[in-house]
């Protein structure tokens, strides 16, 4: 890892190891600031990020709808991380194309060991592979599932050896509890499909072919208020109906499935 780069280590889910046992809302990615977002170091497996289409190489330029061009790594922090279980957008390129993917943040604990407390699990020993580090990280974590280890920032996996010092225990909580379960968007740039609006009768949205299309409306607790199927939904605009007529009036995240592809935006109902 480029060290003249400005690196925040784990950045949206995890922190450098001068702040040991920390705990927050995160997606599961290693992060570094570029002019227009950031830039997508490591994808954490394990953790709501692992779940979707998110890869290592992408850059993130922007959080629900909001632009991450020009802040720091902090502001960019700040926007990535959040509300446990909360949903969060995220607008990112890959290989040229602008893809979204909308996830759940889960409650992400990182806790340093240092080279003492790992030599005195395992005797005089100066080099340690993976399996160890991991044996290590397991029986120090408590109840909490350990979905990684990291040696300055980055994933120590397979037959690697290492030293002690400066490892990370990566956990989170419910790992295999994400309702409903981050979904992976295929969209391409244009994407197959685009949210056009809401009312409290109807919603409206814009198709690029044919095919059935499954639209779902979760508030901003990420519980889903109403799943609405149109079976046989056509190119170009469609409008498909529901009754809010009692839904509290806020910020809604609604989410349209079709043909393979999921597109997501955040709203306001009125």
Same mark, same amino acid.
């Given at each position: 890892?480029?060290?003249?780069?400005?690196?925040?280590?784990?950045?949206?889910?995890?922190?450098?190891?001068?702040?040991?046992?920390?705990? *927050? /809302?995160?997606?599961?990615?290693?992060?570094?600031?570029?002019?227009?977002?950031?830039?997508?170091?490591?994808?954490?497996?394990?953790?709501?990020? @692992?779940? $979707?289409?998110?890869?290592?190489?992408? !850059?993130?330029?922007?959080?629900? /709808?909001?632009? =991450?061009?020009?802040?720091?790594?902090?502001?960019?922090? %700040?926007? =990535?991380?959040?509300?446990?279980?909360?949903?969060?957008?995220?607008?990112?390129?890959?290989?040229?194309?602008?893809?979204?993917?909308?996830?759940?943040?889960?409650?992400?604990?990182?806790?340093?060991?240092?080279?003492?407390?790992?030599?005195?699990?395992?005797? %005089?020993?100066?080099? *340690? %592979?993976?399996?160890? =580090?991991?044996?290590?990280?397991?029986?120090?974590?408590?109840?909490?599932?350990? &979905?990684?280890?990291?040696?300055?920032?980055?994933?120590?996996?397979?037959?690697?050896? +290492?030293?002690?010092?400066? &490892?990370?225990?990566?956990?989170?909580?419910?790992?295999?509890?994400?309702?409903?379960?981050?979904?992976?968007?295929?969209? !391409?740039?244009? /994407?197959?499909?685009?949210?056009?609006?809401?009312?409290?009768?109807?919603?409206? *949205?814009?198709?690029?072919?044919?095919?059935?299309?499954?639209?779902?409306?979760?508030?901003? %607790?990420?519980?889903? =208020?109403?799943? +609405? +199927?149109?079976?046989?939904?056509?190119?170009?605009? !469609?409008?498909?109906?529901?009754?809010?007529?009692?839904?509290?009036?806020?910020?809604?995240?609604?989410?349209?499935?079709? !043909?393979?592809?999921?597109?997501? @935006?955040? $709203?306001?109902?009125?």
């Amino acid at each position: 890892m480029n060290r003249l780069l400005k690196i925040s280590l784990m950045a949206a889910t995890l922190v450098a190891s001068s702040m040991a046992d920390e705990q *927050f /809302g995160g997606v599961g990615i290693t992060i570094y600031q570029i002019p227009q977002g950031v830039h997508v170091v490591q994808v954490i497996p394990g953790t709501p990020a @692992a779940e $979707t289409n998110l890869q290592a190489g992408d !850059n993130i330029i922007a959080v629900d /709808g909001v632009s =991450l061009k020009g802040l720091d790594i902090e502001e960019s922090k %700040d926007m =990535l991380r959040g509300q446990v279980n909360k949903p969060v957008e995220i607008t990112f390129v890959n290989s040229g194309d602008t893809l979204k993917t909308t996830l759940r943040r889960t409650q992400i604990t990182v806790k340093d060991f240092e080279s003492k407390q790992v030599e005195s699990w395992y005797g %005089d020993k100066k080099e *340690f %592979d993976a399996q160890e =580090l991991e044996t290590f990280a397991s029986a120090n974590g408590g109840n909490k599932q350990l &979905v990684a280890v990291l040696k300055h920032g980055s994933l120590v996996e397979g037959d690697v050896s +290492v030293s002690a010092a400066d &490892v990370n225990g990566i956990y989170v909580d419910k790992v295999d509890e994400f309702a409903p379960k981050a979904k992976k968007n295929s969209a !391409n740039k244009s /994407g197959s499909a685009k949210f056009k609006g809401l009312s409290r009768n109807a919603i409206a *949205f814009t198709l690029t072919s044919a095919g059935k299309a499954s639209v779902t409306i979760m508030d901003a %607790d990420g519980a889903v =208020l109403t799943t +609405v +199927v149109a079976e046989s939904a056509q190119p170009g605009f !469609n409008s498909v109906p529901w009754n809010g007529d009692k839904v509290p009036s806020g910020r809604y995240t609604v989410s349209i499935e079709h !043909n393979g592809t999921v597109s997501g @935006a955040n $709203t306001v109902l009125k």
